[in-house]
C-alpha cells in the first residue's frame, strides 16, 4: 500500500468520519493526556509527548468481569467484550508493547479476554516527532516511527500527516477516507525521512543491554539490588503505568446473590502479590521485588518470548515518587556484569 | 466468547471426603467425580499435576491432583485449611460441589522410570503429590523395580493417607517407613526427622529415582543427603509450589526464578532445579 498525504485542514473532516464510533484519542483530563472517547464534533488535537497511562487497558482493563454467577448456582454468564474499537494517537511504544503483551496470552493456553478484545481494536499510531525527556525506545527495539503493533501509521510532516497502512485494518481505515487523502509524491517520504531521523537523534537516554539478559542470573546476590531498590515505597506505578506490565489477580465480588469473577492489574511490587496463604513469601522485601521487575522484563521474558519486555516509553522514571529509574538500575546492572 | 475459555471451570460433586489430620490447620480430603459425565470422560491427569479447585463466590487454589488415575474416574484433592478458599472448601460436605479447572502443570516423567525403583520422600502435606506415583507404581508393579516410601510428619496426628501403609509393608517390592519428630506413647516407627531417616535407611541410588515433596527445609536437606548418598542430579525430582491465580502461565506471581511453577512446573529435576535461584526462597 502506497504512502498517503492528509493535509491538516483536512484533519478535523477525517476525525469526522471515525468520531462518534467508539473512537478514542489522547485528550487533556486535568494535567495529562488520556485516551478518552472522541464524540461527533470534537477534533483531537496531535501535540503531545505521550499520555500518562498508556491504553493497554484497550485490551486489558484495570478490573474486567471473567464471568457472572448466582451464588449457589453453577451457571456461568460469559460477559460481552463490547465492539470494534479505533484507538488513535497510540505511540509506537505502546503499540509495540501490546504485540509484546500479546505473546504472553498466547502462550499454550490462549487468553479469550485478551486476544478478543485485542481483535476489535484498530491501532493509528502517530510516529514521535519529539521525544520525552527519559523515552530511550531505540535501546530495546523500538523507533519512533515502529510500526510494530500497529494497523496504520502517521507522521506528522507539518502542514499535513504522512498515512501509512501497516495491515489490512490500516488500509480499510484509509479506504474510508480516500476522499480526503491525495497520493504522497517524493517530497513528503523525503520529508518524513528526514523528521524521523531527526526524533531519533533527539532520544538522549540509552541503554545497552547486550550481555544484560544471560548476565543478570549471575548477579543473583549482588549489592546493586539493595541499593537500588533501597528508596522505593512500594507503590506500584512503575507497573500500573507500564505498558507491557500484564500481571493480575483474579477475586470474587459477591453483592447479595449476584456475583461475578473479575480479574485485575495487580503488581509484583506488593507484598501480597506472592504471599503464601502461611505467611511465607518468596520475595520478601522490596529488594527481591525490584529484582524481580527488573529479571521479569530483561531476563526471564526474553528467555520465554525472545523479546525485552520493556518498550522504552519512560513512564516508570516519570512518574516514580521516589526517582527511581529504569535506566539507572540497567547501568548499574551492566557495570555489575 | 469462544468455547475455549481456560478460565471457565468445570464442576464435581464430592462422593466423599474425610479428616486425615484435626487441629488449626487440618487436612481434609475430598473425593470428587464430574457432574458431566462429557467431562468425567474426557478428563486425563498424570501423577504430579494439579488443578485449580474452588468454590463460586470464594475463588480458586492451586491443590495437587492426589490420585493416580489408575485408581479411578475419581479425583482426590486434600486441601489444608488456610486462607478463604481452603476454609470455604472445609466447610462442604458430600454431594456439595467444586469448581474444577485442569489439570495444570507439567508431570511426574514416570513412564520413563519403567524398570526403575522409586524412593518417594514425603513431609506432613507434601505426600499428597506423592501419593500418585505409590498408587501408580502399586497399579503397575511390574514395571517398577520396587518402591520405597519415607514419610515422616510432626506428629502421627500430622500424617495422611494413614489407613493405606498397612497393605504396602506386606509386600516385597513395597516399603514404607514412617517418621515423626517427636516420640509419642504407642508409635512403634520411627523417631527423628525425615533427612536423617533417609540417611540411615541408606537407600542405594544405582538404579533408583528419588522424589521429594514437603516444608522447603526440609527438601533442602533432602537434597542435601540425596547428594551424600551419591544420587545423581538428574535422579532427583520434586515438586514445587507457589501462590497462583490463573495456573495457565498469565497472572505471573508464581515464578522462581524465569520458571513459572505453574506451567514449566510443579515437576522439576534437580538439574534445573539447582539453577533456579528462589526454588527454595
Not at chain 1, 90 to 112: G, H, N, Q, T
Not at chain 1, 118 to 138: D, V
Not at chain 2, 97 to 104: A, C, D, F, H, L
Not at chain 2, 251 to 280: H, Q, T, W
Amino acid at each position: 500500500m502506497s504512502a498517503m498525504l492528509l493535509s491538516k485542514e483536512k484533519w478535523p473532516q477525517f476525525v469526522g468520519k471515525f468520531a462518534g464510533k467508539n473512537l478514542w484519542a489522547p485528550k487533556l483530563e486535568g494535567e495529562a493526556m488520556r485516551f478518552s472517547p472522541v464524540e461527533e464534533g470534537e477534533t483531537p488535537l496531535l501535540e503531545f509527548s505521550n499520555t500518562r497511562i498508556p491504553p493497554k487497558s484497550a485490551a486489558f482493563p484495570q478490573t474486567e468481569t471473567m464471568f457472572r454467577f448466582q451464588l449457589g448456582n453453577q451457571e456461568i454468564k460469559l460477559p460481552e467484550l463490547g465492539e470494534e474499537m479505533i484507538l488513535m494517537g497510540i505511540r509506537p511504544c505502546d503499540a509495540r508493547a501490546m504485540s509484546i503483551v500479546e505473546k504472553l496470552f498466547r502462550w499454550d493456553y490462549d487468553d479469550p479476554y485478551y486476544l478478543e478484545r485485542r481483535n476489535l481494536i484498530t491501532l493509528i499510531g502517530l510516529a514521535c516527532n519529539e521525544p520525552g525527556l527519559n523515552c530511550f525506545c531505540s535501546s530495546v527495539g523500538g523507533a519512533p516511527d515502529s510500526t510494530e503493533g500497529l494497523d496504520l501509521l502517521m507522521v506528522d510532516l507539518g502542514d499535513s500527516f504522512l498515512m501509512e497502512a501497516v495491515t489490512p485494518k490500516g488500509e480499510a481505515v484509509l479506504k474510508e477516507a480516500e476522499d480526503l487523502l491525495e497520493k504522497a509524491g517524493s517530497e513528503a517520504l523525503k520529508s518524513r525521512e528526514a523528521i524521523t531521523a531527526e526524533a531519533g537523534s533527539k532520544i538522549r537516554r540509552t541503554v545497552d543491554h547486550k550481555g544484560i539478559p544471560e548476565g543478570l542470573p549471575a548477579l543473583w546476590d549482588d549489592p546493586l539490588w539493595a541499593r537500588v531498590s533501597a528508596s522505593c515505597i512500594g507503590c506500584g506505578t512503575c507497573t500500573y503505568l507500564c505498558p507491557t506490565c500484564h500481571c493480575f489477580d483474579i477475586q470474587d465480588e459477591v453483592e447479595g446473590f449476584e456475583a461475578r469473577r473479575c480479574r485485575m492489574w495487580d503488581s509484583c511490587m506488593f507484598e501480597e502479590y506472592s504471599l503464601h496463604t502461611s505467611g511465607h513469601n518468596p520475595r520478601p522485601t522490596r529488594r527481591e521485588r525490584t529484582r524481580n521487575r527488573i529479571n521479569h522484563k530483561y531476563n526471564y521474558y526474553v528467555d520465554k518470548f525472545d523479546v525485552i519486555a520493556c518498550v522504552g516509553c519512560g513512564r516508570c522514571i516519570n512518574l516514580c515518587p521516589v526517582n527511581i529509574d529504569i535506566v539507572e538500575i540497567l547501568r548499574q546492572v551492566k557495570e555489575a556484569l | 466468547m469462544t468455547a475455549e475459555n481456560p478460565y471457565i471451570p468445570n464442576f464435581a460433586t464430592i462422593e466423599d471426603s474425610w479428616y486425615e489430620t484435626g487441629g488449626d490447620r487440618c487436612i481434609k480430603t475430598f473425593k470428587v467425580v464430574f457432574t458431566d459425565p462429557a467431562v468425567r470422560d474426557g478428563w486425563s491427569h498424570k501423577p504430579g499435576q494439579c488443578a485449580m479447585i474452588g468454590v463460586l463466590g470464594e475463588g480458586e487454589s492451586m491443590i495437587s491432583i492426589s490420585c493416580s488415575p489408575t485408581e479411578g474416574k475419581f479425583l482426590r484433592f486434600s486441601v489444608m485449611k488456610m486462607g478463604k478458599v481452603t476454609q470455604a472448601l472445609h466447610k462442604l460436605e458430600t454431594g456439595d460441589q467444586i469448581s474444577v479447572r485442569g489439570p495444570y502443570g507439567n508431570s511426574f516423567p514416570i513412564d520413563e522410570w519403567q524398570g526403575k525403583k522409586i524412593l518417594t520422600i514425603g513431609g506432613g502435606i507434601g505426600q499428597a503429590p506423592l501419593r500418585p506415583i505409590v498408587e501408580y507404581v502399586k497399579a503397575n508393579r511390574d514395571k517398577y523395580a520396587g518402591l520405597t516410601m519415607i514419610y515422616g510428619a510432626r506428629s502421627s496426628g500430622d500424617l495422611c493417607f494413614k489407613g493405606e501403609f498397612d497393605e504396602m509393608s506386606k509386600c516385597d517390592d513395597l516399603s514404607c517407613h514412617l517418621t515423626i519428630d517427636i516420640e509419642e506413647e504407642g508409635w512403634s516407627h520411627n523417631v527423628g526427622f525425615v533427612p536423617q531417616m533417609l540417611l540411615d535407611l541408606n537407600p542405594s541410588p544405582e538404579n533408583t529415582i528419588a522424589v521429594t515433596c514437603g516444608p522447603p527445609i526440609m527438601i533442602r536437606f533432602v537434597l542435601e543427603n540425596l547428594k551424600k548418598l551419591g544420587f545423581s542430579d538428574d535422579q532427583i525430582y520434586t515438586t514445587l509450589e507457589n501462590r497462583m491465580k490463573c495456573g495457565i502461565g498469565k497472572c505471573g506471581r508464581c515464578n522462581a526464578g524465569g520458571m513459572y511453577v505453574c506451567k514449566d512446573g510443579p515437576v522439576f529435576n534437580y538439574s534445573v532445579l539447582k539453577n533456579i535461584p528462589e526454588a527454595f526462597a
